[in-house]
C-alpha cells in the first residue's frame, strides 16, 4: 500500500525568507502524481502544486517550487520570500495514475503546520 | 477557474434528523468527487468516492447506509448524513476530480450534531 510520510509537524519561517517542507512517500507504482495542498485557518484545502512522476523537471507555481527525486521519492517543497498569508498546514499527496475511479483517490500525509513570524 | 462549492457551509441539527450537504463543481464538469471527513488538527480521512451515474465506492468502515451519497450529474454530489448522532458531528469536504483528475476542494461543512 502507498503511504506519505511528513515528518515535520510544525515549521516556522521569517517573513521573506525561504523554507523547506519535507515529504517522502512509498509506492511500487512507477506512474503517478505528487501534490502539495494548503489548508489555512479557514480550512479551505487550496491545490499548491502538482508533479507528474513522468516529468523529470520540477514543478514550479511562482513562489513554490518542489524538489521532486523519484529514485529517493522524495518531494519537498520550497516556499520563497515567505509571506504572512503562507500560514497554513501544508498537506502532500499522492494519486496513482492516470486511471479513473476510486483507485485515484489521494493519500495524504499528516501535514506540516507553517507558521510565518513577521 | 476550478471552483467547487459547498452548501450549507455550517448546520446544527437535533440528533436523529438527517442532513443534506451539496458539493457543486462550478466551472467544470467532475465524473468524480469526493467526500472527507476531518477532525481537528488531523489529515483528512476519504470516506467515499463519487462517481457519476453510478453508486458510490465507500471506504473501509464507513457505513454506507449512514452516509447516502448521490451524484446525479456531472457538477453536483451529495452527501446525506442519515438520523444523525452527536458522534458525526465533524467537518466534511468535498473535492472535484478534473479532466486531468487533479481534485479541487470545496470550502467544507461544519456540521453539529446536539
Known amino acids: 500500500a502507498q503511504t506519505v510520510t511528513q515528518s515535520q509537524p510544525e515549521m516556522s519561517v521569517q517573513e521573506a525568507e525561504t523554507v523547506t517542507l519535507s515529504c517522502t512517500y512509498d509506492t511500487s507504482e512507477s506512474d503517478y502524481y505528487l501534490f502539495w495542498y494548503k489548508q489555512p485557518p479557514s480550512r479551505q484545502m487550496i491545490l499548491v502544486i502538482r508533479?507528474?512522476?513522468?516529468?523529470?523537471q520540477n514543478a514550479t507555481e511562482n513562489r513554490f517550487s518542489v524538489n521532486f527525486q523519484k529514485a529517493a521519492k522524495s518531494f519537498s517543497l520550497k516556499i520563497s520570500d515567505s509571506q504572512l498569508g503562507d500560514a497554513a498546514m501544508y498537506f502532500c499527496?499522492?494519486?496513482?495514475?492516470?486511471?479513473?475511479?476510486?483507485?485515484?483517490?489521494?493519500?495524504f500525509g499528516t501535514g506540516t503546520l507553517l507558521a510565518v513570524q513577521p | 477557474g476550478a471552483v467547487v462549492s459547498q452548501h450549507p457551509s455550517r448546520v446544527i441539527c437535533k440528533s436523529g434528523t438527517s442532513v443534506k450537504i451539496e458539493c457543486r463543481s462550478l466551472d467544470f464538469q467532475a465524473t468524480t468527487m469526493f467526500w472527507y471527513r476531518q477532525f481537528p488538527k488531523q489529515s483528512l480521512m476519504l470516506m467515499a468516492t463519487s462517481n457519476e451515474g453510478s453508486k458510490a465506492t465507500y471506504e473501509q468502515g464507513v457505513e454506507k447506509d449512514k452516509f447516502l451519497i448521490n451524484h446525479a450529474s456531472l457538477t453536483l454530489s451529495t452527501l446525506t448524513v442519515t438520523s444523525a448522532h452527536p458522534e458525526d458531528s465533524s467537518f466534511y469536504i468535498c473535492?472535484?476530480?478534473?479532466?486531468?483528475?487533479?481534485?479541487?476542494f470545496g470550502p467544507g461543512t461544519r456540521l453539529l450534531v446536539l
Open positions: 499527496a499522492y494519486r496513482r495514475g492516470p486511471y479513473g475511479g476510486a483507485t485515484n483517490k489521494l493519500i
Open positions: 473535492s472535484a476530480a478534473d479532466r486531468r483528475e487533479t481534485q479541487y
Open positions: 508533479q507528474e512522476a513522468y516529468k523529470q
